[in-house]
């Protein structure tokens, strides 16, 4: 037992100290990684940074569910058909399996660009509301208009518009 109190003591601060860089450095780490996580789990970020791959999976989308949804073509009965058989069929009879896969793929497209559209367009209308009705309360003289009633804040002369 060379060591004394004081060195004893200087020792576990040394370590505690050690200890809390370490885990300070971990939550850092920890941090990084959860963001990393959500960032690859959000469509937004992932449509700002890799629009070829979400449209193209927006286009795949569309492909399998027009089959989920439009289903495929019954297989249909072998006929003898007559020796005048090519006037009869119908030229784009053919060609039903592409029509109905491009307008899954297309209706695929259309659909995430209107869901798109539509969040975009519901998130600025929501925060020029939500600065409206910090500007108005600033105008009366409070910080937020809370303490009035809603019918109150959003009562205006038609001056004020």
């Not at 003898?80 to 060609?95: C, K, M, S, T």
Request: hydrophobic residues 35%.
């Amino acid at each position: 037992m060379g060591n004394t109190q004081g060195e004893i003591r200087s020792e576990i601060e040394a370590t505690r100290a050690n200890m809390v860089e370490k885990i300070a450095t971990l939550e850092d780490r920890v941090d990084c990684t959860i963001q990393g996580v959500k960032r690859s789990f959000d469509p937004k970020y992932q449509a700002q940074q890799r629009p070829w791959l979400m449209m193209g999976l927006s286009v795949a989308a569309g492909y399998l569910l027009s089959g989920l949804v439009l289903g495929r073509p019954a297989p249909k009965a072998k006929l003898v058909l007559p020796d005048d058989w090519p006037q009869r069929v119908p030229a784009n009879g053919h060609n039903n399996g592409i029509v109905q896969s491009l307008s899954g793929m297309v209706s695929g497209v259309v659909t995430a660009t209107a869901v798109s559209l539509a969040r975009e367009f519901a998130s600025k209308m929501l925060s020029k509301h939500q600065q409206n009705i910090q500007r108005n309360g600033q105008d009366r003289g409070t910080s937020t208009g809370s303490e009035q009633p809603i019918a109150a804040t959003h009562a205006r002369s038609p001056a004020q518009f």
